[in-house]
């Protein structure tokens, strides 16, 4: 959501006559600038990573190679939302990129909004959708070791996610375990595009490295029918943005399913799973289905000891953005007990893209240890983050 264009909070939206009004983020309605005392994790900082960044990184031959011959990588087949996919008020006053310069972020986002931690998730770039597996390997090492000298050096609330080659699980194992036991490196991070479900046993070198090093392993939306990942639907391509977004939930759904009645949570007991960015509340009716067909189908999966949604209230964690709007707060509430979101819901802002939700208007209000555990508490524990003690008499938003 682009705060900038907005001037009022539709009533009809769920809690939105509790919202704070604003009428540019980060500000209040007499256009002073406000900082939000609530303590945030960001789950979802999307820093630059282009080529002209990444290339020095780059073993001398591919760098040639792109030089000569250009990127190579997959691309996206949709027109996107704001200018080039951002905000339009992202664009750092430098003339660089969105998500660029560590400066104008600070102020932009990490600041005003009162973010302890932002977790880094960058682009990327098509790399796992690549059918050259050296090639890909190499880039993702080059955007970890630049995410690290360029960001997570200067400023120690940006914690990084480890991008990794998912098409070549050896060489995946190998870039975890390269990057992985650094206290800023805290998640592993894949498109939703695949080939195979990431229940599949081909995934499992990556699994082993993830619990080795105690990370997550983050599923973010893109790279779906990109490249050498599997078509977006199982009806094929789709022509528009708006149904690519409408069909990412299918392609979670897909993972979700894989990862329980494949057994991975039997073999990694401890493996945490993120859904990003695909929604949130398909999930509470997914899991009723998949409940019931457990029931009547587990003769056929005998080594799934519980119910589908027992695993995924103890196994994964989902981000927020984009949340989807319920009728009314009592649906939004139900949704959120039905989803078990104390445990399961971590915020995410999506920064600097153009559905980007400020923690202002994301959410309607809630109950403050409901609030404290979605925009706080739930990702440093998954994280390994401290902990926060709210000071008596903090304003609470």
């Known amino acids: 959501m682009n705060l900038q264009a ?7 939206s769920p809690g939105g006559d509790e919202r704070m009004q604003v009428t540019e983020e980060g500000a209040k309605p007499n256009g002073k600038r406000s900082k939000l005392k609530r303590p945030i994790i960001d789950c979802d900082i999307h820093h630059y990573t282009g080529f002209d960044v ?14 000569t011959y250009g990127k190579a990588m997959p691309g996206g087949m949709h027109f996107n939302g704001g200018v080039g996919g951002r ?7 430098d003339g660089g990129p969105a998500g660029g310069n560590l400066e104008y972020m600070r102020e932009h986002h990490l600041d005003p909004n009162n973010i302890h931690y932002g977790i880094l998730t960058g682009e990327s770039l098509g790399v796992q959708g690549t059918i050259n597996f050296d090639y890909a390997a190499a880039c993702c090492s080059a955007y970890n070791d630049y995410t690290i000298d360029h960001w997570l050096a200067k400023d120690s609330r940006l914690k990084g996610s480890i991008m990794i080659p998912k098409q070549d699980p050896i060489q995946a194992a190998k870039e975890i375990d390269r990057v992985g036991g650094r206290s800023d ?13 990431y229940g599949n046993r081909y995934y499992y070198p990556i699994y082993e490295a ?8 983050t599923i973010h939306v893109s790279g779906e029918g990109s490249g050498m990942n599997a078509q977006p639907t199982g009806a094929g391509h789709v022509t528009h943005y708006a149904e690519a977004r409408a069909a990412r939930p299918q392609v979670m759904m897909a993972h979700v399913a894989s990862f329980i009645f494949e057994g ?3 073999r990694f007991p401890t493996l945490k799973v993120v859904l990003q960015e695909a929604g949130v509340f398909w999930i509470v009716p997914y899991l009723w289905r998949l409940d019931q067909d457990w029931k009547s189908l587990r003769v056929q999966t005998p080594w799934v000891q519980k119910k589908p949604s027992e695993y995924f209230r103890e196994n994964f964690r989902v981000t927020t953005q984009p949340i989807e709007e319920t009728p009314n707060l009592e649906v939004f509430k139900h949704m959120m007990d039905s989803l078990h979101a104390k445990e399961t819901m971590m915020y995410c802002s999506d920064y600097p893209h153009w559905d980007y939700d400020s923690p202002l208007l994301a959410l309607p209000r809630m109950e403050e240890e409901l609030a404290h555990r979605v925009y706080y508490q739930n990702a440093a524990d998954l994280y390994n983050l401290p902990p926060y003690q709210p000071e008596e008499k903090e304003e609470r938003v």
């Not at 907005?6 to 009809?12: A, H, V």
Request: charged letters at 15%.
């Open 210 to 217: 993830c619990v080795r090093h105690h990370l997550p392993f």
């Open 185 to 197: 490196m805290v998640q592993v991070l894949v498109q939703n595009g695949a080939f195979f479900p």
């Open 87 to 93: 905000m339009v008020d992202s664009l750092p006053p």
């Open 54 to 67: 990444l290339k020095p990184y780059l073993p001398r031959a591919y760098r040639e190679l792109i030089h």
């Open 264 to 266: 991975v949570f039997e």
């Open 6 to 12: 907005i001037s009022y909070i539709n009533k009809n």
